[in-house]
C-alpha cells in the first residue's frame, strides 16, 4: 500500500515533469569538448537537448553512487571481518562442546 502511495505521489509527478521536458526541448543543440575552439566538428555533436539532460543526469547518478559505494567500503570490510569471526566462533564452540547447550548458562528473565 504505501509502495502505491510513493508512486502515485513520487514518480508519476516525476514522470510528467521529464516527459513535458523532452517533449518541450526537442531542438538539437550543439554539444563540444573543446571549449576552446567550438567549431571543431570532430569534437562536437548535435543532440537534442533532453538527451543532454538525461545524460548529465545518469552521470550523475552512477558517479554518486559509485563515491557512495567507495566510501562505505570500510564499512563493508568490517562486516566481512566481523561475520568470520563470528564463524569461526561458532565452530569453536561446537567443537569444543560436543552437547550443545551444555556449556551456555542459563539465564534469568
Do not use: H
Request: charged residues 15%.
Amino acid at each position: 500500500m504505501l509502495n502505491r502511495v510513493v508512486l502515485i505521489i513520487v514518480v508519476v509527478p516525476v514522470a510528467v515533469a521529464l516527459i513535458a521536458l523532452a517533449v518541450a526541448n526537442r531542438a538539437p543543440v550543439a554539444f563540444t569538448l573543446d571549449p576552446f575552439n567550438p567549431g571543431n566538428p570532430a569534437l562536437t555533436t548535435a543532440l537534442p537537448l533532453f538527451v543532454l539532460l538525461f545524460l548529465a543526469l545518469a552521470c550523475g547518478m552512477i558517479i554518486g553512487s559509485l563515491v557512495t559505494w567507495l566510501r562505505q567500503g570500510r564499512y563493508r570490510r568490517e562486516a566481512r571481518a566481523k561475520s568470520k569471526e563470528v564463524q569461526n566462533l561458532l565452530r569453536q564452540t561446537s567443537q569444543s562442546a560436543p552437547d550443545a547447550g551444555a556449556g551456555v548458562p542459563a539465564t534469568r528473565a
